[in-house]
């Protein structure tokens, strides 16, 4: 009895549907071919090759159809927006970033506060000015995270312009995230400009706080993003920004989003 298929498997079985056939000969391969998934076949030159099977064909096709149902609106949209307003617009885009942001004490919940900017020990000398090094431990360090973090493809610093849009597929999660001013201002210390977008309906521009940017969102997305339209109807307030180092380092560290058409050749495909 052959044994069933798992992940490993169905990855397998696509990477010989995207070469050009050559066998690797392992135990993978051999529960393929038992299963009826791929088949050998000889080339004109005598060389063994493996082909899908329209048995693989069809279960590659399923397996699809299940992870497209598995894609949540949210990410759609948050796919369907980078993919037809900023990328288009020549920016880099990063998904879900953990980027820290410095607020003030009074920006936070009292008891983070409280934590954070606890009285340093008395000293044995008095200060007329706080130094760098005490205004920065005065401040409230909080680990945001942007649906969209975006800078322009530039070679000028000050051509960066950040951006942060956050994406709320109901209006229960945009309630959610307005009831939280530190967060808020956790997103407009990263950036020049934040925005929000949701689908029409959700909410009116007059109910977010005016400083925002309000992106609504026409139709429905299907996986790769398509199917939608977005409209701006506010305009965010513009406000400059220097990235810091921490910042720079996490964008470093994270992989940007690729175009659709952002395509790597594979060997087997010339």
């Not at 305009?235 to 790597?264: E, G, I, K, S, Y």
Request: aromatic fraction near 6%.
């Amino acid at each position: 009895m052959p044994s069933p298929l798992l992940r490993h498997h169905r990855k397998r079985l696509m990477d010989v549907w995207r070469s050009a056939g050559w066998p690797c000969q392992d135990g993978v391969e051999i529960d393929l071919l038992a299963a009826g998934m791929l088949e050998r076949q000889t080339s004109a030159e005598g060389h063994t090759l493996l082909r899908v099977t329209d048995a693989g064909i069809a279960w590659l096709a399923e397996a699809r159809r299940a992870g497209q149902r598995r894609i949540s609106l949210h990410d759609r949209m948050a796919l369907a927006f980078a993919r037809q307003q900023l990328l288009p617009a020549g920016r880099i885009v990063w998904r879900e970033l953990s980027l820290r942001a410095a607020l003030a004490p009074d920006e936070e919940p009292p008891g983070a506060a409280v934590e954070a900017s606890a009285a340093p020990p008395a000293t044995l000398w008095d200060e007329e000015a706080a130094t760098p090094a005490a205004q920065a431990a005065a401040r409230v360090w909080r680990v945001a995270r942007p649906d969209l973090f975006s800078v322009r493809h530039t070679t000028v610093p000050g051509y960066l312009r950040p951006m942060v849009h956050e994406v709320k597929a109901s209006r229960a999660d945009l309630l959610s995230d307005l009831r939280h001013a530190a967060k808020r201002r956790a997103y407009q210390w990263l950036c020049e400009e934040c925005h929000y977008v949701f689908p029409a309906g959700v909410a009116e521009a007059r109910e977010l706080p005016g400083e925002f940017g309000v992106w609504l969102m026409h139709g429905t997305p299907d996986e790769e993003g398509r199917g939608a339209r977005f409209e701006l109807v506010r305009p965010a307030r513009h406000a400059r920004c220097t990235l810091p180092f921490d910042v720079w380092m996490a964008l470093c560290r994270a992989t940007p989003l690729a175009p659709a058409d952002d395509a790597q050749p594979r060997l087997g495909d010339a």
